[in-house]
């Protein structure tokens, strides 16, 4: 690649190509231009997009909400809750053409700094498609507790709840 792979603040206007990237990488995984909208309105500051030039090869959610607790997908949040104990990051999707870049790695330094800003000392995200390794390179752990199981069953038979602290 010859130019280099930066984190841009997401608009409204992008999330069409947003929607196609995701439905791309997550086909068994959708969700609804809606929803990213909503997503971005009620917390600009954790959605994002990565562009390589004038292009965009990924994109990044995440917004406060509970530990231990995982926002369904596909599913309106209604709104930011008052006393949040964590960042949950929803989605990062890099197209394969920029992978291997540090690109989430900028994502991720990015969403602790936010946190940090807010008092929130937790990041949380649910891995999918046997993503726990890729994940734990970035501090991240799995929680075990019983009671998320049942929360993770949309998500597919591989996913696991983990844990930046």
């Known amino acids: 690649m010859r130019h280099s792979l ?14 196609a990237i995701a439905h791309q990488l997550h086909p068994d995984l959708p969700e609804r231009l809606d929803v990213f909208d909503e997503k971005r309105s009620l917390f600009s500051q954790g959605c994002k997009k990565l562009m390589h030039g004038t292009d965009i090869v990924g994109y990044g959610f995440a917004h406060p909400w509970y530990h231990n607790k995982i926002p369904a997908l596909d599913t309106f949040l ?6 949040p104990d964590c960042i949950y990051i929803h989605d990062v999707a890099i197209l394969p053409s920029a992978q291997g870049k540090k690109a989430t790695e900028g994502y991720i330094s990015d969403i602790v700094t936010l946190a940090k800003c807010h008092s929130i000392a937790v990041l949380t995200l649910v891995s999918v498609y046997r993503t726990t390794d890729f994940w734990k390179k970035y501090g991240f752990s799995i929680v075990t507790n019983p ?3 049942e929360q993770l069953i949309p998500d597919g ?5 983990m ?3």
């Not at 038979?157 to 709840?161: F, G, Q, R, S, V």
């Open 163 to 165: 844990q930046l602290l």
């Open 147 to 149: 009671a998320i199981n």
């Open 78 to 83: 209604q709104k930011i809750p008052d006393n």
């Open 6 to 19: 930066f984190w841009k603040p997401l608009e409204r206007a992008n999330l069409q190509t947003v929607t």
């Open 157 to 161: 038979p591989t996913a696991k709840y």
